[in-house]
């Protein structure tokens, strides 16, 4: 059974960074493209940033581009999710997704296979 399990959500003053990390078993890590969605309350889920299988290749959403940037280890099967300059409007549970074959590019939910159970993320004004 595929597991992803993420770290490294908590509470910030709006402004400063976080870390999030999202790790599984490495067959699943080495065939898969990754992404990080996000949902905050009473909206739907939304893409945040995805990373092909070899780390070639990463995508944002608009809202964090510039700010979020996405990476993978191979040597640990963690892909990393490094958070600056963290809005209010960031706050939410965050989801890592691993889509085996898939580009990382796509924001559809139903493309991705699994699903980690997320982080909480919250940033204050």
């Known amino acids: 059974q595929v597991q992803l399990v993420e770290s490294g959500g908590g509470q910030v003053q709006a402004g400063n960074s976080l870390r999030l990390s999202c790790a599984t078993d490495?067959?699943?890590?080495?065939?898969?493209?990754m992404a990080w969605f996000r949902q905050a309350p009473g909206r739907e889920r939304e893409f945040v940033a995805g990373i092909s299988w070899n780390g070639g290749s990463t995508y944002y959403g608009s809202s964090v581009k510039g700010r979020f940037t996405l990476a993978r280890d191979t040597a640990r099967n963690t892909m990393y999710l490094q958070m600056n300059t963290l809005k209010p409007e960031d706050t939410g549970v965050y989801y890592c997704?691993?889509?085996?074959?898939?580009?990382?590019?796509?924001?559809?939910?139903?493309?991705?296979?699994?699903w980690g159970q997320g982080t909480q993320v919250a940033v204050s004004s």
């Open positions: 997704a691993a889509d085996p074959g898939g580009s990382g590019s796509s924001d559809f939910l139903e493309d991705y296979d699994y």
């Open positions: 490495e067959q699943t890590f080495g065939r898969s493209a």
